[in-house]
C-alpha cells in the first residue's frame, strides 16, 4: 500500500533507507527541521542545514522515486538561546520559496520553559506574516500534557492562526483528544521506545476515528524505526479494517493537509 511519512528526519538516515522505504510503499515524506544531537553556535550553521534539507535531500529522495518536502525552524531544544533564535527566525525567509518547503516547524516546547515559549510565539508570527502551515512538536513522556496544553492555548489565544492548517504531532492518549477536539489534526509517532506503538495508534484510531488524525514514525537519531507506517498498516488488516480506513490515515489524510500548501504536489 502507498503511503506518505508526514514525519521523517532523513537527514540522520542512510541512503539504503531511501530504498527500503520505497520498496515498503512510501511515495512521498516531509522532514521538519529538528536537533542535530548538539546545539549548534551560529546562524550559518543552520544556513547551511536549510541548504541541505531544500537542496541535496529532495535530489536523494528522488533517486527512489520519493517526492521530498521540508518545514523550517529552530527546535525547541535550542530555543533556550533566544538572541540565536531570533537570527535564525530571521534568516528563514530566505528559504520559504524553496520549491519543497511546506510551511514552519517542528516548533513546540521541549521543558515547558519561558523562553521556549516566547520563541515559539515568535515563529508563530513568521507562519502568520509569510501564510505558512505549522507543524508542531510536543514534549517527551512527563512534559507532553502540560506542554500540550501550554502550546494549545498558545495557539488558540492567537485569532490570526487557521486551525485546519496546524499538525499537532507526538500525541498520545492523554493528549490526542485535546488536539482533535479544537480543531486540529494530529500526528501520531510510532516509536519502538518511547511516544507510541503500531497497536496504541490503531487502539487511538478506533477510538476517534480517522478525521485529522495520520501517522508518522518520525525517524531520527536514536531509537526509531523508519518503516513504522507499514507496521501499523499490518496492525490495522490483522484487526480487520478496510483498506479505505487504512489509506485515509497513511495517504489520503497527510495528502490533504499538504495540499494546503502550494509547493506539496504529489497525487
Known sequence: ?????????MVSRTTDDYETLARMGCVAISEPAFWAGFDRGSVDSFRDYFRQLTDFEPKRAAQYGISHYTWL???AKEAENVTLSREVIAMIPEFLDAKNVLGIGEIGLNKNTRNEATIFLEHLDLAVKYNQQILIHTPHLEDKYQGTRMILDMLMGDSRIDRSRVLVDHVEEHTIEHVLENGF??????YPVSKCTPQRAADMIERYGPERLMANSAGDWGPSKPTAIPDLIMEMKKRGHSKELIRRVVYENPRTFFSQSKPFVHG
Open 1 to 9: 500500500m502507498e503511503y506518505i511519512d508526514p514525519h521523517l528526519h
Open 73 to 75: 525552524c529552530i527546535n
Open 185 to 190: 489534526w494530529a500526528g501520531m509517532t510510532l
